[in-house]
């Protein structure tokens, strides 16, 4: 038996599956790096200490949540695009986080080294956040979940306008975290489903109003130029009879595919139940 399962590992059809896996995680991660400059130069100064606490505690907060080399990078890149998000909508109001598999990096180090989080939020983002609950962020969670949705598009070169995902709001799906939230598209609309226990996205779809078109121009989180050139755009699509194609590869690193992505932080139906700034 030994030698059969010996044999079928080093076959032909499973040394080939393998390299094309490496092959596509590497170009993942390409995208990844290439896609959210500022995020990843900051998220790879992170103590490789924080990493190993948090690999213990997330096991803990998220059990289900991947804590391999590849999920402490997306999960690392995703905390800190928020405080890019965040640094980027200052003037706007206070953010919320979208993915409980960014705050699972929150979190842990919080718990490891405070003084250090907030040096390295200093260093890279020139203000230290405080992690706060929905309900002390000061403003209504739907609007904080607009403004991190804006930064997080522009994070990554993006116009809020767009269709893509930008990583922040990919992460729990993409990375299947029991309780967090899948973001995707219905039409113009981004909605989001909780995930279950199996990381399925399960149950009724939560629209978020506030980060369409008319809420996002409302709110000064687009410009009149970027609005006439979605609205030129869709219809060009409309008139093919084809779907509006999607602006880029994205930081989640999957050009040219749509992702289910991340949901919320502590547990909040809206989808974004922490955050901070303002």
Avoid: N
């Amino acid at each position: 038996m030994d030698d059969i399962t010996t044999t079928t590992k080093f076959s032909l059809p499973h040394r080939v599956k393998a390299w094309c896996g490496r092959q596509r995680e590497a170009y993942r991660r390409h995208a990844l790096r290439t896609a959210c400059p500022r995020a990843t130069e900051a998220a790879s100064r992170i103590p490789a200490a924080v990493r190993e606490a948090w690999r213990g505690h997330a096991a803990r907060e998220l059990p289900g949540l991947p804590v391999d080399d590849g999920a402490w990078l997306r999960c690392s890149i995703g905390l800190a695009q928020f405080f890019e998000a965040c640094r980027l909508q200052e003037a706007h109001g206070p953010c919320a986080l979208p993915s409980r598999a960014a705050d699972s990096v929150w979190h842990a180090w919080l718990a490891f080294d405070p003084e250090g989080l907030a040096a390295w939020q200093q260093r890279h983002f020139g203000r230290v956040l405080d992690h706060v609950e929905s309900h002390a962020l000061g403003a209504p969670l739907e609007a904080c979940l607009a403004r991190s949705w804006a930064g997080a598009c522009r994070s990554e070169g993006l116009s809020p306008l767009a269709r893509r995902l930008p990583l922040l709001f990919a992460l729990d799906g993409m990375l299947r975290v029991p309780t967090g939230w899948a973001y995707r598209h219905e039409g113009a609309t981004l909605v989001h489903q909780p995930i279950d226990g199996f990381g399925q996205a399960s149950g009724a779809a939560v629209a978020h109003a506030a980060v369409g078109a008319a809420a996002l121009t409302a709110m000064s989180l687009v410009t009149p130029l970027e609005l006439r050139a979605r609205r030129r755009d869709d219809g060009a699509g409309a008139s093919c009879g084809s779907s509006v194609a999607s602006d880029g590869p994205g930081c989640s690193g999957d050009a040219g595919a749509g992702c289910d992505g991340g949901g919320s932080s502590c547990g909040s139906s809206c989808g974004g139940g922490c955050g901070g700034g303002g």
